[in-house]
T-cell receptor, first 110, second 111 residues
Framework: SQQGEEDPQALSIQEGENATMNCSYKTSINNLQWYRQNSGRGLVHLILIRSNEREKHSGRLRVTLDTSKKSSSLLITASRAADTASYFC??????????FGKGTRLSVIA | EPEVTQTPSHQVTQMGQEVILRCVPISNHLYFYWYRQILGQKVEFLVSFYNNEISEKSEIFDDQFSVERPDGSNFTLKIRSTKLEDSAMYFCASNNQNEQFFGPGTRLTVL
């Protein structure tokens, strides 16, 4: 089954720095999505990238997708303390259940 | 902006009791899902529902679990006889095509 796995598991940076998180998966996908979760809270959808797209931007977020390597990256530029959260990638094959990775725990230190 | 809602936000129950978790998906969505997240672990798929029937379920979704869409708006997850290991956050999600919208979750604590 497709499986998103993020690395690193934990990332600690200073406010203002960029944060890069990576995700790998195993099988063909239709979409790859990134979600954010504050501790003990719900999942907030950040960005969706389709399998035929290579890069997508949304505000301070930049997502890339390399289907040949079955990998994606999420870049948060000019990080803020409020960006502190866990970030998950999730893949689907088109109206199929999402398969989540274990997430990257990002800490942004003010 | 439309959103998925879930009730209750937190449910505490005794082992062996039945619980019903409720979700109201976004009104024009056709696909519905339940996921769970045990504390500190990743989000796991439980079941998907389309056209008034289960379309897919995971190994976790055993005979203790059931889902229902009793009316045009609610989508429920029932756990017949809860176990300690059922303690988790339960998320409902819905979509039409691509992006799945998640509810805020119900934290289930089984004592």
């Amino acid at each position: 089954s497709q499986q998103g796995e993020e690395d690193p598991q934990a990332l600690s940076i200073q406010e203002g720095e960029n944060a890069t998180m990576n995700c790998s998966y195993k099988t063909s996908i239709n979409n790859l999505q990134w979600y954010r979760q504050n501790s003990g809270r719900g999942l907030v959808h950040l960005i969706l990238i389709r399998s035929n797209e290579r890069e997508k931007h949304s505000g301070r977020l930049r997502v890339t997708l390399d289907t040949s390597k079955k990998s994606s990256s999420l870049l948060i530029t000019a990080s803020r303390a409020a960006d502190t959260a866990s970030y998950f990638c999730a893949t689907d094959a088109g109206n199929t259940p999402l398969v989540f990775g274990k997430g990257t725990r990002l800490s942004v230190i003010a | 902006e439309p959103e998925v809602t879930q009730t209750p936000s937190h449910q505490v129950t005794q082992m062996g009791q039945e619980v019903i978790l409720r979700c109201v998906p976004i009104s024009n969505h056709l696909y519905f899902y339940w996921y769970r997240q045990i504390l500190g672990q990743k989000v796991e798929f439980l079941v998907s529902f389309y056209n008034n029937e289960i379309s897919e379920k995971s190994e976790i979704f055993d005979d203790q679990f059931s889902v229902e869409r009793p009316d045009g708006s609610n989508f429920t997850l029932k756990i017949r006889s809860t176990k300690l290991e059922d303690s988790a956050m339960y998320f409902c999600a819905s979509n039409n095509q691509n992006e799945q919208f998640f509810g805020p979750g119900t934290r289930l604590t089984v004592l």
